[in-house]
């Protein structure tokens, strides 16, 4: 069974552009978190999507958004790219069922750079 | 507020030393808490889930405790080896609402 894929593994924007992240869940999970995680630092909460709408989100700027697709694979865009936007962005899907049920499984990330 | 404490931030062992790892938390209600080894610029994998009845989990050489009444959790790790050399998260679970702890960054040397 495939795991979580995100794509692209390494993206490098001027800034001010727009950058856009995927993520593919492991089939059957519904729940799509988004992590930033910047260099040296603990994951900080971005955005939840459960069932194709957006459930929560953590304390970042509206520039930060995304959305579910019906197949459950989800967007992570970021407009108007500013250079603490550079980190590594980490997707993790839920186990709604099962002996795993609750478990959160993560994707590799993508190291996003803004110069 | 739900927040999750780790100590220490970083950590440095011998080759084949123990140590152990802690969480204190104060997140409600609370649904279950989990560890997580991350590798440098890899994303996290897990080491072990405990829900509110367990006590104690182990996952090799990696060895889980949780007290519920002190909002405490521990990871121990035996006879550590140099891939043990990662961030170690600890992630608490309130429903579908997550709380991740700052991570301690543990170093096993030669």
């Known amino acids: 069974e495939a795991g979580v894929t995100q794509s692209p593994t390494h993206l490098i924007k001027p800034r001010g552009q727009q950058a856009t992240l995927r993520c593919s869940p492991i089939?059957?999970?519904?729940?799509v978190y988004w992590y930033q995680q910047a260099l040296g630092l603990g994951l900080q909460f971005l955005l939840w999507?459960?069932?194709?709408?957006?459930?929560n989100r953590g304390n970042f700027p509206p520039r930060f958004s995304g959305r579910q697709f019906p197949n459950y694979s989800s967007e992570l865009n970021v407009n108007a790219l500013e250079l603490e936007d550079s980190a590594l962005y980490l997707c993790?899907?839920?186990?709604?069922?099962?002996?795993?049920?609750?478990?959160?499984?993560f994707g590799e990330g993508s190291r996003l750079t803004v110069l | 507020k739900n927040q999750v404490e780790q100590s220490p931030q970083s950590l440095i062992i011998l080759e084949g030393k123990n140590c152990t790892l802690q969480?204190?938390?104060?997140?409600?209600?609370?649904?279950?808490l989990r560890w997580y080894k991350q590798d440098t610029g890899r994303g996290p994998v897990s080491l072990t889930i405990?829900?509110?009845?367990?006590n104690t989990k182990s996952n090799g050489r990696y060895t889980a405790t949780l007290d519920a009444d002190t909002k405490q959790s521990s990871l121990h790790i035996t006879a550590s080896q140099l891939s043990d050399s990662a961030s170690y998260i600890c992630?608490?679970?309130?429903?579908?609402?997550?709380?991740f702890g700052g991570g301690t960054r543990l170093m096993v040397k030669p």
């Open positions: 999507y459960d069932e194709g709408e957006e459930r």
């Open positions: 992630v608490v679970s309130a429903g579908n609402m997550l709380t």
């Open positions: 993790a899907t839920r186990a709604e069922r099962g002996p795993n049920t609750g478990e959160l499984f």
């Open positions: 089939s059957g999970h519904t729940s």
């Open positions: 405990m829900t509110f009845s367990e």
């Open positions: 969480c204190n938390y104060t997140v409600s209600p609370f649904s279950n």
